[in-house]
């Protein structure tokens, strides 16, 4: 017979009222009298898109480092996925950080790897099987579209090829969560556009995604939830439209 634990239920009930991400009230300071943020507090539920906007030095990347517990808060909380992620310990950092598949502006891939040795590299080192492995590459490179470039190597790709090398990479433990910090920063419009294309493609999969940019066009293109940072602050929460003023 089943027994029903009261507590247990209780407990999940809880767990689907939170969001995917709860930042609150959270401050970072850094010596010098630097306030990077200052009181910022929002929530994103899960399979939301957010182009978390502002002029350089606003504190996006910040953000993100936060989310990603590269950085802990000098006051405030910020949990994901129900966890206090300031109060996880160092070695459960890693475990974590595979919830979140980040993305950065200057790619950050291994030269000396082919394309598809990169992503493998991201997968061996979670200790994935070799079987896992077999299966789960070329389903990555398919959709980011570069099944036929799985053999070259990083320095013979375009700039909007690596980028999706780099979104292939973050994307190896099918992540709840993707941040992508700047990740046109390097690339031409039409490059931008097939990169913030893939972006939507991957949130209408379902994964939460977090676009930290000051490409304007983008973001109008998107139109989709917009958190703006000025100077540490936040200044607008929109449920949609573009960059505004
Ligand atoms: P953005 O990503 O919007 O350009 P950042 O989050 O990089 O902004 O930076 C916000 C502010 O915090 C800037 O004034 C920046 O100089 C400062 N800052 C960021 N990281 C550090 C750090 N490690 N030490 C000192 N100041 C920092």
Request: charged share 30%; net charge positive.
């Amino acid at each position: 017979m089943r027994t029903i634990n009261h507590n247990t239920k209780f407990e999940v009930s809880e767990l689907k009222d939170r969001p995917l991400i709860s930042v609150e009230h959270v401050t970072k300071s850094y010596p010098g009298e630097i306030v990077a943020l200052d009181d910022v507090s929002f929530k994103i539920k899960e399979g939301e898109f957010i182009c978390l906007v502002g002029p350089s030095g606003a504190g996006k990347s910040t953000i993100v480092k936060m989310l990603i517990r590269e950085e802990i808060p000098s006051k405030g909380e910020i949990y994901v996925a129900n966890r206090n992620i300031c109060q996880i310990k160092r070695y459960q950092i890693p475990y974590f950080r595979r919830k979140i598949g980040v993305v950065f502006q200057d790619y950050k891939l291994l030269d000396h790897k082919t394309v598809s040795e990169n992503i493998v590299f991201a997968l061996e080192v979670s200790e994935a099987s070799d079987d896992e492995i077999k299966i789960r590459v070329p389903k990555i490179l398919n959709l980011v579209g570069l099944i036929d470039r799985a053999a070259v190597f990083p320095n013979s790709l375009s700039g909007g090829e690596r980028q999706r090398v780099s979104i292939a990479r973050a994307l190896v433990h099918s992540p709840k969560i993707l941040i992508a910090d700047e990740p046109t920063g390097n690339l031409d419009p039409d490059t931008s556009q097939d990169v913030i294309d893939l972006l939507r493609k991957i949130n209408s999969a379902g994964t939460t995604v977090i676009l930290a940019t000051h490409d304007k066009g983008s973001v109008d293109q998107i139109n989709r939830r917009v958190i703006k940072l000025e100077k540490g602050k936040l200044t607008e929460d929109r449920m949609s439209g573009g960059y505004g003023k």
